[in-house]
């Protein structure tokens, strides 16, 4: 096994929990702009994803500090685009979720043969991204 460049694996593990945090206000920012005949169950939809980034930025905190990291105070940058019919909003979504997929797939490639644990937590949160990836695009299909 190669050693885990711990200062690497920390600096992107905050920018992880940047991404996440700001995964929870996008969220919750889309949950109030829906409206429509369909608003209750997309609202409950993001409001589901706002809880899982705020609870994916836990996890990531907590392996962060785990590794003698100090995590960030901060979130990452979001555009309001002042869109918001749903169709806009799924789109803007699923944008997002390819980039924390992207974020996920690079720190793999640091922790890849380093940690076992750092390798398994990352490819479960891979597989989680995938999925919110499949919905958004399954529930884009409509508007297209």
């Known amino acids: 096994m190669k ?22 206000v996008r969220y919750t920012h889309y949950s109030l702009m829906v409206t ?3 608003r209750i169950p997309i609202v409950d939809f993001f409001k589901a994803q706002a809880s899982e980034s705020l609870l994916h930025a836990q996890q ?5 500090t785990g590794l003698d ?7 990452a940058p979001m555009e309001e685009s002042d869109r918001h019919s749903v169709g806009d909003i799924l789109a803007e979504s699923l944008d997002h979720e390819k980039t924390a997929l992207s974020l996920y797939k690079e720190l793999l490639d640091i922790v890849k ?4 644990y750092l390798e398994e ?7 989680t991204e995938e999925m919110h990836t499949l919905e958004l695009k ?5 508007f297209g």
Request: net charge negative; proline share 4%; no cysteine.
């Open 3 to 24: 050693e885990l460049d711990v200062k690497k694996t920390i600096e992107l593990l905050n920018r992880i929990m940047e991404f996440e945090l700001a995964g929870v």
């Open 36 to 38: 429509g005949p369909n």
């Open 60 to 64: 990531v905190g907590e392996i962060l």
């Open 69 to 75: 990291g100090h995590p960030t105070l901060q979130i």
């Open 113 to 116: 043969d380093a940690s076992i």
């Open 121 to 127: 937590f990352i490819r479960t949160m891979i597989g």
């Open 138 to 142: 399954k529930m884009l299909r409509d």
